[in-house]
């Protein structure tokens, strides 16, 4: 009978084999990030469709260190952030309109952290629509996956 170890072939696949394991292990923990935060966005897009801002909001990181970047403007903190979206989509009888990202992707940065990334498109009921790009990052916190950096641009603005 042949020895493991003087197997010559054996030697060889062992290193190649550990690399592959080690390579591979991570994208569970990976791939269940993604699929967590694609369900926060998900029912936030939702929550906006229905004209929902709190439950919209509830996606962002209550904390005045969230930070939202749009235009050249810098917002800081949660509660400032809601009343910039409640000033700019629901003020002066604004209804919020229907959200889609026609272009979105999702890239694990880590375990608790996930990058969003893409084309957002805003139909407005008295017909205008938006759109423009985004880039936004979730970490996972005690409370769950929230956004903690939102930069979002639009188009012809």
């Known amino acids: 009978m042949l020895s493991v170890v003087k197997c010559p072939f054996v030697r060889a696949a ?3 084999f ?3 394991a080690a390579c591979t292990a991570p994208q569970a923990p990976a791939s269940r990030a993604v699929s967590d935060v694609r369900a926060v966005w998900d029912a936030q897009v939702a929550a906006w469709n229905r004209g929902d801002l709190d439950g ?3 996606a962002y990181w209550n904390s005045p260190d969230l930070v939202f970047f749009s235009n050249g403007g810098e917002t800081r903190g949660w509660q400032a952030t809601l009343e910039r979206y409640r000033t700019r989509y629901q003020s002066g009888g604004k ?3 229907a959200l889609d990202f026609p272009q979105l992707d999702f890239t694990a940065l880590g375990p608790h952290a ?3 990334r893409g084309r957002w498109h805003l139909r407005m009921p008295v017909g205008q629509e938006l759109s423009g790009m985004t880039t936004v990052i979730f970490r996972e916190l005690p409370e769950g996956w929230r956004i903690v950096h939102d930069h979002s641009t639009s188009e012809g603005r």
């Open 14 to 16: 062992a290193p190649v």
């Open 18 to 20: 550990l690399l592959f």
């Open 56 to 58: 919209y909001m509830a």
């Open 95 to 97: 209804q919020m309109g």
């Open 114 to 116: 996930v990058l969003a």
